[in-house]
């Protein structure tokens, strides 16, 4: 990928939360006490890039730190190791407007869009606060500016005073999204914005997603649990599993060739339309306790195919044909 198609880049990104432990538990450690620092590496080592004009869908089971990463990679966060780059310059020794510019066109849309909406505020203040307290818009273009972002999205003009409340669920995610458009992003980062819908709704929204893709030549991270989402909209995927990065692919190649074990997993439990009979196939076992990860690679309590190396050492994530990375060590016995 050269430089000038890079436009964002996490380069070693680790992310962790928790507390350490205390004055009062140190001096009792001296006394033969033994508590420990408490911390979660919601995000390990992770490192992920995103081309301009490109649709990254990062996919993984709920608790494998894909939405974190997705907040590391808007700004919300701030990660504890690692680095944040835009158009390859580190962000972090940018200017203030230089930031503040960055910051403008990054945007994300969250996974409830009632929760992350303000109920006390009308849907046109909503869509045109950002715009005016940036001096995007005059304030008294805000109604005619908000016409035109609803029908962007496909909301009725008539619906600028309502609020968030009298809003169906595929409502309230298109009005997430004229928020998140309303200051010029070229990058969305896309938190679960159709897992509460349902799934007619879910069709409407993400052919909305793919029409502002074409007409506004919108950059995407896509963050789903579900394959069958990002199928129809991701040009690269992303496999998470508690905090690291597992695979990584074109589209055909995870959906055609997955490499990983538990990519192979979660195609299995996708549903499809066949004609035959298709058994439901769940990924066996349970996601282990992020405060206490299991040595080696994390998956290979749940994994078939695990063996003795796969409980002692961490798998390296490496390319296994031209733009596939796997990490798993059954690659190394081919």
């Known amino acids: 990928m050269s430089e000038q198609k890079l436009l964002l880049a996490l ?80 962000f972090d020794v940018m200017s203030p407007s230089e930031q503040r510019r960055v910051r403008l066109s990054v945007q994300m849309i969250f996974q409830d869009p009632y929760a992350s909406l303000n109920p006390r505020m009308r849907a046109v203040d909503t869509v045109t606060e950002a715009p005016i ?31 968030p409340h009298q809003f169906s669920g595929g409502q309230r995610s298109r009005l997430g999204i004229a928020r998140a458009l309303a200051v010029n992003p070229e990058f969305l980062v896309c938190d679960e914005a159709v897992a509460a819908l349902d799934v007619s709704i879910q069709a409407q929204v993400l052919n909305l997603f793919m029409q502002l893709r074409a007409d506004l030549d919108l950059t995407y991270l896509f963050i789903s649990h579900d394959l069958g989402v990002v199928r129809h909209l991701a040009d690269r995927v992303v496999i998470m599993y508690l905090g690291r990065v597992v695979e990584e692919g074109t589209g055909h190649e ?57 409980s002692e050492e961490v798998p390296v994530l490496r390319e296994i044909s031209t733009g596939h990375r796997s990490a798993c060590h059954l690659n190394d016995m081919q």
């Not at 995870?254 to 192979?264: D, E, K, L, M, V």
């Not at 306790?289 to 190396?309: E, I, Q, W």
């Open 254 to 310: 995870i959906f055609s060739r997955a490499n990983h074990p538990y990519t192979q997993a979660l195609l299995a439990e996708m549903p499809m339309i066949r004609l035959e009979r298709k058994t439901y196939h769940p990924v066996a076992g349970e996601i282990p306790s992020p405060m206490h990860p299991p040595d080696g690679c994390h998956f290979h309590p749940r994994c078939p195919r695990a063996m003795k190396r796969c």
């Open 11 to 90: 380069n070693g990104i680790t992310k962790r939360f928790g507390h350490s432990v205390d004055p009062i538990h140190r001096l009792l450690n001296k006394l033969g006490a033994s508590h420990q620092d408490q911390y979660v590496y919601a995000v390990n080592d992770v490192s992920l890039t995103v081309a301009s004009k490109e649709v990254v869908g990062l996919v993984g089971e709920s608790g494998c730190g894909k939405s974190t990463l997705g907040r590391l990679a808007v700004g919300l966060l701030k990660p504890d190791a690692g680095v944040r780059t835009w158009r390859g310059q580190n």
């Open 133 to 163: 307290q940036h001096g995007l818009i005059s304030p008294r273009d805000k109604k005619t500016f908000a016409q035109s972002l609803f029908a962007k999205v496909g909301l009725a003009p008539e619906m600028m005073d309502r609020y």
